[in-house]
């Protein structure tokens, strides 16, 4: 069964500054991982989608990694804005049978302090 | 085009109620997928739907929770005799592919309904 942990649970930083977090799985036959954030009150946005080919995957000031081999996968953020501001959820999908399923990790609350 | 949509977007619900959540996928996509998320927890599975099948319902926590898609588009996710530990936001997601394909490509998640039971 795939287990998905992110660190750091929460994050504040001022406005400008980069930032990476940090998402882990036990379960290295996976097709791809996903960032997703998270505003309140409403649903998941796709960020990023790393195919298992792939190293990694760039979208803006966002770029993201995985290394299959050690289980890890980076989101990094540069230039800070306040608007960043959300939680931020990584998702491996499910192994074998059943690999739509994807597994959450908690996520990572991000604060851009202005 | 139109998103993933959801309705209600909240929901109180006295212990004991039946409850009905309503998703509408993206118009053309295949698969269906229902999560639940606790509070402070990420979104876990319920269960998934190619087209009007139900192939997994391995997530649904207890016989209290059904799901249907009966056309292929639409589906609902109906709680029976609802407990305080089924308070959640409901998820629905969607994408294009169906079984074969699908592990493949990103889902698209709606707002969600946000269910209280007292």
């Known amino acids: 069964k795939q287990e998905v942990t992110q660190i750091p649970a929460a994050l504040s930083v001022p406005e400008g500054e980069n930032l990476v977090l940090n998402c882990s799985f036990t379960?290295?036959?996976?097709?791809?991982l996903q960032w997703f954030r998270q505003d309140p009150g409403k649903g998941l946005t796709s960020l990023l989608l790393?195919?298992?080919?792939?190293r990694e995957q760039t979208s803006g000031r966002l770029n993201a990694s995985l290394d299959k081999s050690s289980g890890r996968s980076t989101l990094y953020i540069a230039a800070s804005q306040p608007g960043d501001s959300a939680t931020y959820l990584c998702?491996?999908?499910?192994?074998?049978?059943?690999?739509?399923?994807?597994?959450f990790g908690k996520g990572t609350k991000l604060s851009v302090i202005p | 085009g139109a998103g993933v949509s959801q309705s209600p977007r909240y929901k109180v619900a006295k212990r004991g109620q039946d409850v009905a959540l309503r998703c509408d996928p993206i118009?053309?996509?295949?698969?269906l997928f229902w999560y639940q998320q606790a509070l402070g927890q990420g979104p876990e599975f319920l269960t998934y739907?190619?087209?009007?099948?139900?192939?997994?319902k391995s997530g649904l926590p207890s016989d209290r929770f059904f799901a249907e898609r009966p056309e292929g588009s639409v589906s609902t996710l109906k709680i029976q005799r609802t407990q305080q530990e089924d308070s959640a936001v409901y998820l629905c997601a969607s994408s294009f592919l169906g079984l074969a394909g699908v592990s493949r490509e990103t889902q698209y998640f709606g707002p969600g309904t946000r269910l209280l039971v007292l």
């Open positions: 790393i195919q298992s080919s792939q």
């Open positions: 118009s053309g996509h295949v698969s």
């Open positions: 739907f190619q087209n009007e099948a139900q192939l997994d």
């Open positions: 379960d290295s036959a996976i097709y791809n």
């Open positions: 998702a491996a999908p499910y192994s074998g049978a059943g690999s739509y399923q994807l597994t």
